[in-house]
């Protein structure tokens, strides 16, 4: 499953934070109940239409 996320610049530091701090520890659970395949977070790093576009991705594996 892939999710477009949108986060203004300043809330940047904060959707980090809470995404690999409380987040990030759900999918490690889910994971490891073969819940869950994989969680991958990404960030869009220049381009164009940064302000405008999703500048981040979740990759999340699921066996079904």
Known sequence: MVQYHHVDAENRAEFIHRETTYWAEIAKAA?????MGNWQLWEKIGGWNIDN???FIFVNGFAD
């Open 53 to 55: 576009s999703p500048n």
């Open 31 to 35: 994971i490891k109940d073969g819940k």
